[in-house]
């Protein structure tokens, strides 16, 4: 390098040189063009973003901290005490709201430490937790993030921003929502009180178990309400909601324990709680989940998920009423499921207990147990064809191709059944060529035991229904079969007073010293009315209707309502909430209804349920005011504001108040000593009917106190008929159950009398003709005391005590025209009643095989009348009357010789 003069000077004037000079310009020109450039594009950038940003601001929902409420909260069923006994919960929705001061401090402080620690100091966003998420990010490659968001962030996640982020969204929507829940979170904080940020966090969050809020997870973690959690459990509970899955302290409690330390540590650190109180909660790490692990046992072995018959028929009247309130099917649906509300039932604790109880007792059932089995087989062919087999399927199959007549699903043990099935599913398969394997097998099998039973209880004053059992068994699920409510069975016998008694007495044609001959009957048509009880020693006689109900007489049923009429008989029984009468429908082309004589046994088209039988006979247990049956009194939402007020009682007056007393009287004799003895308990009065179907399908037992009334069906699932064996008496079972579980109700109550009304007095009357007694029938021993309603009191003497000229031959009040006359006392045949003499006319077969018509008597005089001598061969008739009349004395001396 040429550092002298000549040097220098060569140097200047190369750099003067024009060329360099033009370059060096350019350059300084293309850095100030970049340079520009580049502000420009900042520029730009910065203006963008600043549109962008506002863009999506503008774009961001208008909020404020009422409309933060996450979506979805369980309804809550409480009993009659106030004790919750159910949740409806559909998915996403198993939430109970609680207030700041429901949640223990402990918790409180726990969800702060475990989820954002600098809560009560930052605006909303966690600038610093942002930074060290950043940092962590970057320093994995990506490969791990930790979580910035703050709790009121989170609540916006839970409450506002819950279905904006969707799986599958791009980078800048993702980009757009984050940027939209930071801005809202500085405006919440801005606006909203610490606090209520963090109350209304805690009754959003997802605590994992299906529980969303911190009391429905202290509910299910360890029975009990956030305020009572200690600071072990508090800490269990905050510590999930990081991850609900991975830290649930059931499923994976040693990742719970984990950051449950954690959170501890950090509670300490930040001055939540002591160093003594840090020490307490780690010494109980191993007692809190055990304690979790007892209580979720509790629960798995109570039927978690299976609710109670009641609560069933709960969640259907209530749905009901809120579609009549005026919300379709769907939103009624969503209501109780998700809609937060408050249910509060008639249930009475105490006696639900009770008939729970004997339910469960093997005792009062019968001595063989059967099982019903319910199938369904689908089998998915090589080329993914699906065959589907049902038991009615399985029912012709065995009938048709194994020769098994008799078959009819119920079986003597599970064993026989799953044998049975297993026969069944490999025949179908080889039928169909196929292979059996886990992919191509479906089969649903169920067996439950039989004979079934139901039961409910109700207060008749009031209308709530106390208690109901819908079957005996485990119960498999939420809104089963629910026999006690949607079961419909034939009533029997127990319709004898509903269906043809009562509504006769009622009308004022008939009285309970109203008489029938208890002879064969048949319906129109020609079939007979079946007779049961010809050892009861009533069958042939003349017999009341007070004897017809309290030994449950069927031809006595049957007649007397030919005698009123069976509209008369319908009209009163469609007061008395029966839902699934019909007055007429076409079935297969024939025509079905029930305004007809078979009525009065109870041969309905449809049957009834035992919730309506027993509401219909709290109505004479009730003075004839029928009450409709409640099984709660209101609905609230989660503030309490009603939204289904059930308070006031539905009622309507369908008998007398005498007539309600008269019944009532008569059934008392059911229970004391005709039918129904088996049900009878000391130390109350009862009244009671019993009920069987034909071919003893079904066995009821209907009655009531002064302070409850109830029914209990007994039959099997499939109605087949039922064992009356001395062995296995499965007619019982319903008495039997009912006076386990009565009596047990019972047991403190005060002895009452059936309240008598003024309307009601005696008056003495003749046993054979229901009216008046006269001198006569005291001296046959026929007269006797019987309760009428002042304004129906018969008004005329009793007809059937004679004393006068007697037809020698026919032992009747004799005519001018009888030859053969005697003065006698004699008592008279009850005449038929002229509805009553086409049911009364019988065939019978004489010696030859001849059909010889049996008349029914329908006169008390005799028959030697004008018409009996208009017969040309009246002569020859009278001379074989006198033979007769001759053959039978002869006969009779001789046996008088022969005794002496």
Same mark, same amino acid.
């Given at each position: 390098?040429?550092?002298?003069?000549?040097?220098?000077?060569?140097?200047?004037?190369?750099?003067?040189?024009?060329?360099?000079?033009?370059?060096?310009?350019?350059?300084?020109?293309?850095?100030?063009?970049?340079?520009?450039?580049?502000?420009?594009?900042?520029?730009?950038?910065?203006?963008?973003?600043?549109?962008?940003?506002?863009?999506?601001?503008?774009?961001?929902?208008?909020?404020?901290?009422?409309?933060?409420?996450?979506?979805?909260?369980?309804?809550?069923?409480?009993?009659?005490?106030?004790?919750?006994?159910?949740?409806?919960?559909?998915?996403?929705?198993?939430?109970?709201?609680?207030?700041?001061?429901?949640?223990?401090?402990?918790? &409180?402080?726990?969800?702060?430490?475990?989820?954002?620690?600098? !809560?009560?100091?930052?605006?909303?966003?966690?600038?610093?937790?942002?930074? #060290?998420?950043?940092?962590?990010?970057?320093?994995?490659?990506?490969?791990?993030?930790?979580?910035?968001?703050?709790?009121?962030?989170?609540?916006?996640?839970?409450?506002?921003?819950?279905?904006?982020?969707?799986?599958?969204?791009?980078?800048?929507?993702?980009?757009?929502?984050?940027?939209?829940?930071?801005?809202?979170? =500085?405006?919440?904080?801005?606006?909203?009180?610490?606090?209520?940020?963090?109350?209304?966090?805690?009754?959003?969050?997802?605590?994992?178990?299906?529980?969303?809020?911190?009391?429905? @997870?202290?509910?299910?973690? !360890?029975?009990?309400? /956030?305020?009572?959690?200690?600071?072990?459990?508090?800490?269990?509970?905050?510590?999930?909601?990081?991850?609900?899955?991975?830290?649930?302290?059931?499923?994976?409690?040693?990742?719970?324990?984990?950051?449950?330390?954690?959170?501890?540590?950090?509670?300490? #650190? =930040?001055?939540?709680?002591? %160093?003594?109180?840090?020490?307490?909660?780690?010494?109980?790490?191993?007692?809190?989940? $055990?304690?979790?692990?007892?209580?979720?046992?509790?629960?798995?072995?109570?039927?978690?998920?299976?609710?109670?018959?009641?609560?069933?028929?709960?969640?259907?009247?209530?749905?009901?009423?809120?579609?009549?309130?005026?919300?379709?099917?769907? %939103?009624?649906?969503?209501?109780?499921?998700?809609?937060?509300? &408050?249910?509060?039932?008639?249930?009475?604790?105490?006696?639900?207990?009770?008939?729970?109880?004997?339910?469960?007792?093997?005792?009062?059932?019968?001595?063989?147990?059967?099982?019903?089995?319910?199938?369904?087989?689908?089998?998915?062919?090589?080329?993914?064809?699906?065959?589907?087999?049902?038991?009615?399927?399985?029912?012709?199959?065995?009938?048709?191709?194994?020769?098994?007549?008799?078959?009819?699903?119920?079986?003597?043990?599970?064993?026989?059944?799953?044998?049975?099935?297993?026969?069944?599913?490999?025949?179908?398969?080889?039928?169909?060529?196929?292979?059996?394997?886990?992919?191509?097998?479906?089969?649903?099998?169920?067996?439950?035991?039989?004979?079934?039973?139901?039961?409910?209880?109700?207060?008749?004053?009031?209308?709530?229904?106390?208690?109901?059992?819908?079957? +005996?068994?485990?119960?498999?699920?939420?809104?089963?079969?629910?026999?006690?409510?949607?079961?419909?069975?034939?009533?029997?016998?127990?319709?004898?007073?509903?269906?043809?008694?009562?509504?006769?007495?009622?009308?004022?044609?008939?009285?309970? /010293?109203?008489?029938?001959?208890?002879?064969?009957?048949?319906?129109?048509?020609?079939?007979?009315?079946?007779?049961?009880?010809?050892?009861?020693?009533?069958?042939?006689?003349?017999?009341?209707?007070?004897?017809?109900?309290?030994?449950?007489?069927?031809?006595?049923?049957?007649?007397?309502?030919?005698?009123?009429?069976?509209?008369?008989?319908?009209?009163?029984?469609?007061?008395?909430?029966?839902?699934?009468?019909?007055?007429?429908?076409?079935?297969?082309?024939?025509?079905?209804?029930?305004?007809?004589?078979?009525?009065?046994?109870?041969?309905?088209?449809?049957?009834?349920?035992?919730?309506?039988?027993?509401?219909?006979?709290?109505?004479?247990?009730?003075?004839?005011?029928?009450?409709?049956?409640?099984?709660?009194?209101?609905?609230?939402? /989660?503030?309490?504001?009603?939204?289904?007020?059930?308070?006031?009682?539905?009622?309507?007056?369908?008998? #007398?108040?005498?007539?309600?007393?008269?019944?009532?009287?008569?059934?008392?004799?059911?229970?004391?000593?005709?039918?129904?003895?088996?049900?009878? !308990?000391?130390?109350?009065?009862?009244?009671?009917?019993?009920?069987?179907?034909?071919?003893?399908?079904? !066995?009821?037992?209907?009655?009531?106190?002064?302070?409850?009334?109830?029914?209990?069906?007994?039959?099997?699932?499939?109605?087949?008929?039922?064992?009356?064996?001395?062995?296995?008496?499965?007619?019982?079972?319903?008495?039997?159950?009912?006076? @386990?579980?009565?009596? +047990?109700?019972?047991?403190?109550?005060?002895?009452?009398?059936? $309240? &008598?009304?003024?309307?009601?007095?005696?008056? %003495?009357?003749?046993?054979?003709?229901?009216?008046?007694?006269?001198?006569?029938?005291?001296?046959?021993?026929?007269?006797?005391?019987?309760?009428?309603?002042?304004?129906?009191?018969?008004?005329?003497?009793?007809?059937?005590?004679?004393?006068?000229?007697?037809?020698?031959?026919?032992? +009747?009040?004799?005519?001018?025209?009888?030859?053969?006359?005697?003065? +006698?006392?004699?008592?008279?045949?009850?005449?038929?009643?002229?509805?009553?003499?086409?049911?009364?006319?019988?065939?019978?077969?004489?010696?030859?095989?001849?059909?010889?018509?049996?008349?029914?008597?329908?006169?008390?005089?005799?028959?030697?009348?004008?018409?009996?001598?208009?017969?040309?061969?009246?002569?020859?008739?009278?001379?074989?009357?006198?033979? $007769?009349?001759?053959? @039978? @004395?002869?006969?009779?001396?001789?046996?008088?010789?022969?005794?002496?």
């Amino acid at each position: 390098m040429d550092y002298g003069k000549r040097g220098i000077k060569n140097k200047a004037k190369d750099i003067n040189a024009y060329g360099s000079k033009i370059t060096r310009k350019f350059s300084q020109l293309v850095v100030k063009l970049a340079i520009g450039a580049i502000a420009f594009l900042i520029v730009c950038l910065v203006a963008g973003g600043i549109g962008l940003f506002k863009s999506i601001i503008a774009n961001t929902p208008v909020i404020n901290v009422d409309t933060m409420i996450a979506v979805g909260q369980a309804s809550m069923v409480f009993d009659a005490a106030g004790n919750e006994i159910d949740q409806y919960v559909s998915m996403n929705s198993n939430r109970i709201e609680v207030d700041w001061d429901e949640i223990s401090p402990y918790l &409180r402080d726990a969800f702060v430490a475990a989820e954002d620690e600098r !809560f009560y100091q930052h605006n909303g966003i966690d600038y610093r937790a942002i930074i #060290r998420s950043g940092y962590q990010f970057i320093k994995t490659g990506g490969q791990e993030t930790q979580g910035a968001s703050t709790i009121t962030q989170q609540l916006l996640k839970n409450t506002i921003f819950t279905d904006w982020m969707e799986e599958g969204d791009n980078m800048v929507r993702k980009i757009k929502r984050k940027l939209q829940e930071q801005y809202l979170a =500085i405006e919440v904080t801005k606006k909203t009180e610490k606090e209520e940020v963090l109350l209304r966090y805690m009754n959003a969050v997802n605590c994992g178990q299906n529980t969303l809020g911190v009391e429905s @997870a202290s509910q299910r973690y !360890f029975g009990k309400s /956030a305020i009572d959690l200690t600071l072990s459990e508090s800490a269990v509970i905050a510590s999930i909601t990081q991850n609900p899955s991975g830290y649930n302290p059931i499923t994976h409690p040693e990742k719970n324990v984990l950051r449950r330390e954690s959170t501890l540590k950090t509670m300490k #650190r =930040i001055g939540f709680i002591t %160093e003594e109180e840090y020490d307490e909660a780690m010494a109980d790490t191993e007692d809190v989940y $055990e304690r979790i692990g007892f209580h979720n046992t509790q629960l798995l072995q109570t039927d978690l998920g299976v609710s109670s018959y009641f609560s069933d028929a709960v969640y259907e009247v209530v749905r009901d009423d809120l579609i009549a309130a005026g919300n379709d099917k769907a %939103e009624a649906e969503r209501l109780l499921n998700s809609g937060g509300l &408050r249910i509060y039932t008639t249930m009475d604790p105490d006696i639900q207990r009770i008939m729970n109880e004997e339910f469960q007792n093997p005792d009062n059932y019968s001595s063989e147990v059967h099982w019903y089995l319910n199938y369904a087989l689908t089998i998915t062919d090589d080329d993914g064809e699906q065959h589907n087999y049902s038991k009615e399927m399985m029912t012709k199959w065995f009938k048709e191709v194994q020769g098994q007549t008799n078959f009819n699903l119920i079986f003597d043990d599970q064993e026989s059944a799953y044998a049975a099935a297993d026969l069944y599913r490999e025949a179908m398969y080889a039928e169909l060529g196929v292979e059996e394997t886990d992919d191509n097998l479906l089969e649903a099998i169920t067996l439950t035991p039989q004979p079934q039973v139901a039961m409910a209880i109700e207060d008749p004053h009031t209308g709530y229904v106390v208690a109901m059992v819908g079957g +005996r068994g485990a119960k498999e699920g939420r809104r089963t079969l629910n026999r006690a409510t949607d079961a419909l069975r034939s009533p029997g016998s127990t319709f004898k007073v509903l269906g043809s008694f009562a509504p006769a007495v009622d009308a004022g044609r008939k009285s309970l /010293a109203s008489t029938y001959n208890d002879l064969p009957f048949n319906y129109t048509g020609g079939r007979a009315v079946k007779n049961w009880y010809t050892g009861y020693g009533t069958y042939g006689t003349i017999c009341s209707i007070r004897q017809a109900i309290v030994w449950s007489l069927n031809i006595i049923a049957v007649k007397n309502l030919t005698v009123v009429g069976p509209q008369l008989a319908y009209n009163y029984c469609a007061q008395l909430g029966f839902t699934s009468l019909t007055d007429g429908v076409v079935i297969n082309g024939e025509i079905y209804g029930d305004v007809n004589q078979t009525l009065a046994l109870g041969g309905l088209t449809y049957g009834v349920s035992p919730y309506e039988l027993n509401a219909a006979y709290c109505s004479l247990a009730n003075g004839g005011v029928y009450v409709k049956p409640r099984l709660y009194t209101k609905v609230t939402d /989660a503030d309490g504001n009603i939204i289904l007020d059930n308070t006031i009682p539905e009622e309507r007056r369908v008998f #007398r108040e005498s007539t309600a007393y008269l019944m009532t009287d008569a059934m008392r004799e059911v229970v004391t000593r005709g039918t129904g003895t088996a049900a009878a !308990f000391s130390g109350m009065n009862i009244a009671g009917k019993t009920g069987t179907s034909s071919k003893n399908k079904d !066995f009821w037992f209907v009655g009531y106190t002064p302070y409850y009334s109830a029914a209990t069906w007994t039959g099997y699932d499939n109605a087949i008929e039922m064992s009356t064996s001395s062995a296995n008496r499965e007619q019982d079972i319903s008495k039997k159950m009912w006076k @386990a579980i009565m009596s +047990r109700v019972h047991e403190n109550l005060e002895n009452q009398a059936f $309240e &008598r009304p003024d309307s009601v007095v005696d008056v %003495e009357i003749c046993s054979k003709s229901g009216l008046l007694a006269t001198d006569l029938c005291r001296q046959f021993g026929c007269a006797v005391k019987e309760m009428f309603d002042k304004d129906f009191v018969p008004e005329e003497s009793c007809n059937l005590h004679y004393s006068g000229a007697v037809c020698v031959y026919s032992n +009747r009040v004799a005519t001018p025209q009888c030859p053969f006359v005697t003065e +006698r006392v004699i008592e008279l045949p009850l005449p038929e009643e002229e509805a009553l003499i086409e049911g009364s006319t019988q065939i019978i077969q004489d010696e030859n095989g001849n059909d010889v018509y049996v008349q029914p008597i329908t006169s008390v005089y005799c028959m030697h009348n004008e018409e009996f001598f208009a017969d040309p061969n009246y002569e020859q008739v009278l001379q074989n009357q006198q033979w $007769e009349m001759e053959a @039978a @004395a002869a006969a009779a001396a001789a046996a008088a010789a022969q005794g002496e």
